[in-house]
């Protein structure tokens, strides 16, 4: 019998704006249509790319990091495709993390359990034995590759930040040729920009606002989106002129009604902003998403990368849609501008597409789809999408057990 689990309720758009919803929101509505996505309509299959039950690093000879290294706190939220390896962000959400940030080659028979080596080395990991160092990498949640092969790492600053929230750093992005992985730019904000408990936790790169196209081939010209999810906003930041600045919108802060996330009956709070990022470029849009909502909301990025706001000026968001509950992975393919989400409590990968209006399961697993933290469509593997998956609810209630796999990253698998 077909079960309806998925839903997506989207906005049509109108000419008149009026305010609705949230608070300051351009929410352009006259109807609701509901979507519904069936079981029985997936599209695909899931191919385990790598899968652990703790994670495993390849230790250098230095005995304080084997002392230190706490594997049940060690959970990932980034993922990056690379042409011959895959990029993992480990963020230093609690004590006992060796390196935050990763990598695995891509060339390993599925479903593998491979050690980690640190990236580019473990000499910018002395944060792991208890050394900060702000040159370093101390806590990275996510990070994305450009078209000039260069990774863009972003460095929160913050240590445990799920238990006493220790800033011991300012954020930063590193910037690493992947060639060589040898640091090619350093990039550091301006104070003003941040807030006490600011926490940048994701980034995208908009290579589309160049104004001709050598700026655009030689990467000399990106403008990076980034948000800061406990005091919610977003940071611009303009590589050519080496500029940033921040907005902010009250669609960005998490409802406190959906503060509790049910995962296979598990459930949790975590009251956390802005976090989900996707970039349309035909569109020119980011779209965005606090974990704590069931909304999607986009803002122009003609808009975003104009420069700070004029004083007392509202930033100009619209409502997209809602999903059928929280989620956090986010991504657009840009082929047709699908967006592609993983609506948590349904444990599941779903493709809207806005302009068509048309929907599809792309795969549902609650074994394998637990808490995506990253969902990408992968350039670098032909279009395909990838999800790094998590028992994340297990880390954060500290029941997580190391006799079963917690940790996925997996691949959907067309028509299968």
Same mark, same amino acid.
């Given at each position: 019998m077909q079960k309806e689990t998925l839903r997506f309720i989207k906005i049509p758009i109108k000419n008149k704006a009026k305010r609705k919803e949230v608070k300051d929101i351009q929410v352009m509505a006259s109807r609701i249509l509901l979507l519904s996505v069936w079981v029985a309509a997936a599209s695909g299959s899931l191919e385990v790319v790598n899968q652990w039950n703790h994670l495993q690093f390849d230790f250098p000879p230095d005995p304080v990091l084997l002392e230190k290294f706490q594997p049940e706190n060690t959970v990932p939220t980034g993922l990056e495709i690379g042409w011959d390896r895959l990029y993992i962000g480990? &963020?230093?959400?609690?004590? !006992?993390? &060796?390196?935050?940030?990763?990598?695995? &080659?891509?060339? /390993?028979?599925? !479903?593998?359990?491979?050690?980690?080596? $640190?990236?580019? %080395?473990?000499?910018?990991?002395? $944060?792991?034995?208890?050394?900060?160092?702000?040159?370093?990498?101390?806590?990275?949640?996510?990070? @994305? $590759? +450009?078209?000039?092969?260069? =990774?863009?790492?972003? %460095?929160?600053?913050?240590?445990?930040? /799920? %238990? +006493?929230? @220790?800033r011991v750093c300012p954020p930063k992005i590193l910037i690493f040729d992947m060639a060589t992985d040898r640091l090619v730019r350093s990039v550091y904000f301006p104070r003003e920009l941040l807030r006490p408990s600011s926490l940048l936790t994701n980034l995208v790169l908009d290579d589309t606002r160049a104004p001709n196209p050598h700026l655009a081939a030689t990467c000399d010209h990106i403008f990076a989106y980034i948000s800061d999810t406990v005091t919610p906003g977003i940071i611009v930041y303009d590589s050519r002129r080496d500029n940033a600045w921040r907005v902010t919108h009250a669609s960005m802060y998490p409802d406190p009604n959906l503060g509790e996330i049910d995962i296979t009956g598990e459930k949790f709070t975590l009251m956390d902003g802005v976090v989900g990022l996707a970039h349309s470029p035909a569109q020119g849009l980011l779209y965005?998403?606090?974990?704590?909502? %069931?909304?999607?909301?986009?803002?122009?990025?003609?808009?975003?990368?104009?420069? &700070?706001? $004029?004083? !007392?000026?509202?930033?100009p968001v619209n409502l997209v849609g809602r999903k059928s509950s929280q989620g956090l992975g986010v991504t657009v393919d840009p082929r047709d501008d699908t967006i592609i989400f993983s609506p948590m409590t349904e444990t599941a990968i779903v493709a809207w597409n806005p302009i068509?209006?048309?929907?599809?399961? =792309?795969?549902?697993?609650?074994?394998?789809?637990?808490f995506c933290a990253e969902v990408r469509w992968a350039e670098r593997d032909n279009g395909a999408v990838w999800a790094l998956s998590s028992r994340f609810q297990k880390f954060f209630l500290r029941t997580i057990s190391k006799h079963e796999i917690n940790i996925r990253i997996v691949r959907v698998v067309d028509g299968a």
């Open positions: 480990i &963020p230093r959400l609690r004590a !006992g993390v &060796p390196a935050t940030l990763a990598w695995v &080659p891509r060339s /390993l028979p599925p !479903g593998v359990s491979p050690v980690l080596q $640190a990236y580019p %080395d473990w000499s910018w990991h002395t $944060a792991g034995r208890g050394d900060i160092n702000c040159t370093g990498l101390v806590s990275v949640y996510r990070t @994305r $590759a +450009d078209r000039c092969n260069r =990774l863009w790492v972003l %460095d929160s600053g913050v240590f445990t930040s /799920l %238990d +006493d929230f @220790r965005y998403q606090p974990l704590a909502t %069931d909304r999607l909301f986009s803002v122009s990025t003609a808009v975003l990368s104009a420069g &700070p706001l $004029a004083e !007392g000026a509202d930033l068509t209006n048309s929907h599809r399961l =792309l795969a549902q697993d609650a074994e394998k789809l637990q």
